[in-house]
Every structure is written in C-alpha cells, then in structure tokens.
C-alpha cells in the first residue's frame, strides 16, 4: 500500500496546473491547492459497531496508569457486555509517561494488527500522544479499521488518524472513567447500535449544574443551525497541533472544544492561535464543551472564562455555542470524528445525520 504522501501522476499534474496559475504566489497557492486535496481526497472510512461478546483492546498511549485504574478500566467494559484485553505495557511507567514512545507505539499497533480486537480504547489521557504520530504505521490502521474510543490527550490521535487514513474515530470517556447512565446511553447509541439519524440531547445533570455553576451553563452566543463534518476535541491539543500535518482543518466543519485546568488567559492564546491560523470564520459553527476548572483563581485580575470565549465566539456570524455536554466530565456524549451532524443552537442539540459505524 502507498503512504500517505505518495503522488500518483495525476495528482502530481493537478498540482502543477495549480502551481502555473498561481504565479508569482507560486509556493503559498501549491500549499493550499494540496492542503484542500488531501481534505477532500480521503475516503471517509468506517469502522465495524461493536456486538455484544467483542474483544476491547485496553491501552495506554499518553500517561501513565496503576491497578486501580485498569481494574475500573476492565469492569466499564464488561459491563457493556464486552470482552477486555490488555495491552503488553500498560503498566509501564517512564517519567508521566505510560512507557517510551516505542512501547506506547508497540501497544496502539498490535491493538490494530490483532483481528480478534473490535475496539482500541485508551484508559486515560494526561500527555505523550503527540510524541507518537511521525511514528504511527498509519498504512497499518488504514488497513485495520476498527474503533478508537477517549478523550483529552487523546485528541492528538484522533486528529492525526482522521488526516492520515480518514477512518472515523470516537472522542468519547477513556476506558477508566466513571461511567453515568447518560454516558453509557450515549456510547451505547453511537457504538453498538447505529442509527442513520440520531439526535443528542444534553444531560440533565450538567444542565442542573449550570444552574450555579457558570461553566455548566448551556449558552447560545449566536443562534441558528448549522451542518458540517465534527472535529475537534482537547483545545490544548488542536492548538498544538496547528500548523503541523495532522492539524484539524476545521474549514466547513463544526468544531468542538473543551479543556480541563487551564486558566482564562491561556484559553484565550490558544484560541488566538487556531484562529489566526485557519479563522473560525471559516467553520461551519463553533462548539464548546464543558472547561473544567478554567475559572480565574479568586483574587486573579482576569477575565472570567465565559467572557474570555465571548471575545472569539461573540464577532461571527456562524452558530457558536459553549457548556454543551462533554469535556472532562462525568456525563457527557460520544462524538464521532468527521461524521456529518447538525447543530442546532436554538433546540440546544446535536443530530448525526449518519450512522458512525457500520
């Protein structure tokens, strides 16, 4: 199989007829004219929905991990009537790390190799995936496609994945989550049993939440509908990832966001950066999460967390809300990467216009 960054003849002269157009801008409009082909040039590529008895590979590809949480890791699976597998060096340890990026590498690829594994579900988040991607066998998942369930730092994964081969992944709980029945229903619904027209609703306890706590609070900056592709995830991540090849281009497409941790100021820099690199103006519509903790520390001469986000969201015109459901929260719904979905700001939900799996 090619890589993914061979050209075939045609391609090569659809790059010099754009390059001959282009003049003196030469080098900027190659840049473009392959950047939109290699949007719109993979084939979107589903994965298999999982069935009751499946075997889920359990890995760790970001930070380190311990019994307790690979137990609790093992009993959310079973009790979504799957099978557990471990991967050989979950319970390395090298520095945060869960292992050298050769074994983290070793476990993401054999979970893909196995044919017995249904589904590849990272127990945790915290740091490392980035170092992963420039070694990632992307021929390898390309050719064994199969689900890729967990959030946080697992955003890097999943945006690298989605560029590289175009099979659709899942931003979803990790593995040793505690698991709510709103989250359970949610996986249950996108995972197991596929529909072809599935609307989300918010959770009801966050929604309670919201009415004390701000983040938690469901906010329609602009209203309206809009209907894209997903992409997203962890902003610390799509903003580390901007301006590199596995970096989410969000053009067309609703872009989802949240953040665990992070105080208003760095928020905004992040979001400063994935602007000026691609422009949310450019999006189909903005959608913010639930950021955990972001909040100003008392005292702290800052901007609140929800003014801080008003200053990007509150200049467009395209549907823009923020404390939807997910995000490093107890309940919170499965988004499938790169599937079509429709926001609706004023209903306050998310409809997948197609089934993620098959």
């Known amino acids: 199989m090619s890589s993914p960054t061979h050209f ?3 391609r090569f002269g659809g790059l010099l007829a754009a390059l001959s157009m282009a003049g003196t801008a030469g080098i900027p409009a190659l840049a473009a004219a392959q950047s939109k082909r290699m949007l719109t ?48 060096n979950i319970r390395a340890v090298h520095g945060n790390y869960a292992g050298t990026v050769q074994q983290r590498l070793d476990d993401l690829h054999a979970a893909f190799r196995d044919p017995q594994v249904k ?27 199969k689900i890729l369930i967990g ?12 560029s590289q081969t175009g099979l659709v992944t899942f931003h979803g709980p990790v593995a040793s989550s505690t698991f709510s029945d709103y989250t359970v229903i949610q996986l249950q619904n996108v995972l197991m049993t596929p529909q072809p ?3 989300i609703t918010m959770s009801a306890e966050n929604q309670l939440r919201g009415e004390t706590e701000a983040n938690f609070a469901i906010r329609t900056v602009h209203g309206g509908q809009a209907t894209g592709r997903l992409i997203g995830g962890n902003l610390a991540m799509v903003s580390a990832l901007a301006g590199t090849p596995y970096a989410a281009d969000f053009r067309e497409h609703i872009l989802f966001l949240e953040d665990v941790n992070e105080a208003p100021y760095r928020i905004d820099r ?5 602007d000026l690199s691609t422009g949310f103006r450019s999006a189909a519509a903005l959608m913010l999460g639930i950021f955990e ?10 901007l609140t967390l929800n003014a801080t986000v008003d200053q990007h969201l509150l200049p467009l015109s395209v549907p823009a809300v923020a404390g939807y459901s997910f995000g490093h929260i107890r309940h919170q719904f499965t988004l499938p990467m790169q599937i079509l ?3 609706d700001a004023e209903r306050q939900t998310l409809t997948l216009l197609e089934a993620a799996v098959t």
């Open 8 to 10: 075939g003849r045609r």
């Open 41 to 88: 040039s993979l084939p979107l590529i589903k994965p298999a929905r999982l069935r009751q008895g499946d075997l889920v590979a359990i890995i760790a590809p970001a930070g380190f991990t311990d019994d307790e949480a690979i137990a609790k890791a093992v009993q959310n699976i079973e009790s979504l009537g799957l099978r557990a597998t471990l991967g050989a």
């Open 119 to 145: 589904a590849v579900w990272a127990i945790r988040g915290g740091s490392g995936c980035i170092s992963l991607l420039a070694l990632i066998d992307y021929a390898l998942i390309r050719s064994n496609p």
């Open 151 to 162: 959030y946080s730092d697992i955003t890097a994964l999943h945006l690298a994945i989605a």
């Open 197 to 199: 027209r599935y609307t």
């Open 270 to 274: 992040m979001l400063c950066q994935l």
């Open 293 to 302: 903790h972001c909040e100003a520390d008392e005292g702290d001469t800052s």
């Open 341 to 343: 979905a429709t926001l």
